[in-house]
């Protein structure tokens, strides 16, 4: 896999904080909750994601309306410009990041972002609810992902989730169940086999008392 070097003049970075589309919830978003970066690299921006769990974005995505990328082949990903179906003013547009599994299926809105810089004191204080709200799906849930590479270790075939109470994987666009959790050990286990995340005693009991601990 070739790289290239870039000097500060070439590069820049910011942040942008996201919404993510609800589930079962006819195209209503999400407060904000979620960050990614804008690489701008010799004026072109890109958005960089790989922290959006099972459909995050695989590689940096040029900021261009309908831009096409492989995600995970056979799936695709794409940026799209449009206003959001809640919005009054319909003339504010944000930038959509959206997947399909394969090129026949249809496309399915994942994130939302505007196209302004968010600064660290802004993180500070919208994070406080995301990481302590009880309703927060992040005080709700455990999830883990991991990319598969392929043997020559350059491109991503597929990936391992873990989500509730199993794990699975995804590879060539086709799922398959590989472990039931049925106690936090068998996560412990879990996440050391397929995600190589070997925990210490202190992060294991970390989890006891917390909604998201398997009992």
């Known amino acids: 896999m070739s790289q ?4 500060d ?6 942040l942008k904080r996201i919404s993510y589309l609800l589930p079962n919830q006819d195209s209503l978003w999400s407060k904000l909750s979620h ?8 004026g072109i921006k890109y958005m960089v994601d790989v922290g959006f769990g099972t459909n995050c974005a695989t ?4 900021l261009q309306e309908g831009a096409l990328a492989t995600r995970i082949a056979p799936s695709e990903m794409r940026l799209i410009k449009d206003s959001l179906v809640e919005c009054t003013d319909k003339s504010q547009k944000v930038w959509i990041y959206q997947v399909r599994h394969n090129p026949e299926s249809e496309w399915l809105s994942m994130t939302c972002f505007y196209d302004m810089e968010f600064l660290p004191q802004d993180f500070e204080l919208m994070n406080f609810a995301t990481s302590q ?3 927060s799906w992040f005080t709700q849930s455990f999830v883990c992902t991991r990319m598969i590479l392929d043997a020559a270790g350059e491109e991503i075939i597929g990936q391992y989730i873990l989500a509730g109470r199993d794990i699975k994987r995804r590879l060539h666009g086709q799922t398959e169940h590989v472990q039931a959790l049925g106690k936090e050990e068998d996560r412990v286990k879990g996440l050391a086999e397929f995600f190589d995340m070997n925990l210490r005693a202190n992060e294991i009991q970390g989890i006891r008392g917390m909604t998201s601990e398997i009992k």
Do not use: H
């Open 133 to 135: 709200k009880r309703t």
């Open 35 to 42: 960050m990614a970066l804008i690489v701008m690299i010799e």
């Open 9 to 14: 003049e070439q590069l820049e970075v910011y």
């Open 59 to 62: 590689a940096p995505l040029p």
């Open 4 to 7: 290239r070097k870039y000097s």
